[in-house]
Nanobody, 120 residues
Framework: VQLQASGGGLVQAGGSLRLSCAAS????????MGWYRQAPGKQRELVAT???????NYADSVQGRFTISRDNAKNTVYLQMSSLKPEDTAVYYC???????????????WGQGTLVTVSS
């Protein structure tokens, strides 16, 4: 199983970016998918999560600016980021809680991270 994230880059404050993360491999089912971020010198923090039902939750710092969505048919999660601020600069990691073929329990998998840099 692999999670491949893409879409990071350099953007000016107030701009927008869209991150994507596709899960591939022998996957039976995916429960929650989400995005985390880690800024230099800081701990990794949750940005947003979306469940199979469509239920979502967001960190207070991104509420109203970021939107998480998913395409269950493509095993892909997206993060639309708008009104970006310099403090959103971080490496963004996708995460998925999934059941892999041959496994009896759900496991969390991580993508490789994609850098988002917001200039002031």
């Amino acid at each position: 199983v692999q999670l491949q994230a893409s879409g990071g880059g350099l953007v000016q404050a107030g701009g927008s970016l869209r991150l994507s993360c596709a899960a591939s491999g022998s996957i039976v089912n995916i429960n929650a998918m989400g995005w985390y971020r880690q800024a230099p010198g800081k701990q990794r923090e949750l940005v947003a999560t979306i469940f199979t039902s469509g239920y979502t939750n967001y960190a207070d710092s991104v509420q109203g600016r970021f939107t998480i969505s998913r395409d269950n048919a493509k095993n892909t999660v997206y993060l639309q980021m708008s009104s970006l601020k310099p403090e959103d600069t971080a490496v963004y990691y996708c995460n998925a809680g999934l059941l892999a073929s041959g496994s009896s329990y759900y496991t969390h998998y991580w993508g490789q991270g994609t850098l988002v840099t917001v200039s002031s």
